[in-house]
């Protein structure tokens, strides 16, 4: 198992050193669409599959397939280290809209496995990766993500019964959460 953990931990350094190094502004944009499609569609394929796969079988009998969608997701979320913002919105939107289509079928795996409480994570992160890549475009599809990680998760244990938790959009755009009477 430490092994396997050592593998998983240098092929996500490995991914975030090759989008560090695609995601610089002076590659050409034909080659950096070129670089970042042959990486994402094969990853986002092999998603799609485990994803169908899923379907037709009880995905808690599964741990090898949830174990290769979690070394996947990690893969993508490194290599989305390598973009700014103002690269995948402003000056090269074909970037942004290939990691929007990732996160479209990322978001998948919230419905696909509900339960599984470490995929949830994953996805959560790279949730959190878009926010930081592609800024306020990425708004459309938090609602989608929230619904789906709120859907299954356990109820708030609150001391006070009126008590509640509001989301807030803050001044700078952020989800905040705040506790009301």
């Avoid at 995601?23 to 994803?51: H, R, W, Y």
């Avoid at 379907?55 to 990690?74: R, Y």
């Avoid at 990732?102 to 878009?130: A, C, G, N, W």
Wanted: glycine letters at 4%.
């Amino acid at each position: 198992m430490l092994l396997c953990k050592l593998v998983a931990e240098n092929g996500s350094h490995i991914f975030e050193a090759i989008g560090l190094l695609i995601g610089m502004e002076d590659v050409p944009v034909e080659k950096q669409t070129d670089f970042l499609s042959s990486l994402l569609s094969p990853l986002c394929q092999q998603i799609e599959a485990l994803i169908a796969n899923a379907k037709v079988q009880n995905p808690e009998e599964s741990p090898a397939k949830i174990w290769n969608i979690q070394q996947i997701i990690m893969a993508i979320n490194a290599l989305s280290k390598g973009f700014s913002e103002r690269l995948v919105t402003a000056s090269r939107p074909a970037i942004g809209l290939m990691f929007k289509k990732t996160l479209d079928v990322l978001l998948q795996i919230l419905v696909i496995f509900p339960k599984i409480e470490s995929l949830r994570y994953k996805v959560t992160s790279f949730v959190h990766r878009m926010v930081d890549t592609l800024g306020a475009s990425v708004f459309p599809y938090l609602p989608k993500a929230l619904e789906q990680l709120l859907a299954e998760s356990e109820r708030l244990d609150l001391s006070v019964p009126s008590d509640a938790l509001r989301l807030n959009l803050c001044n700078s755009g952020i989800l905040c959460y705040s506790w009301i009477r």
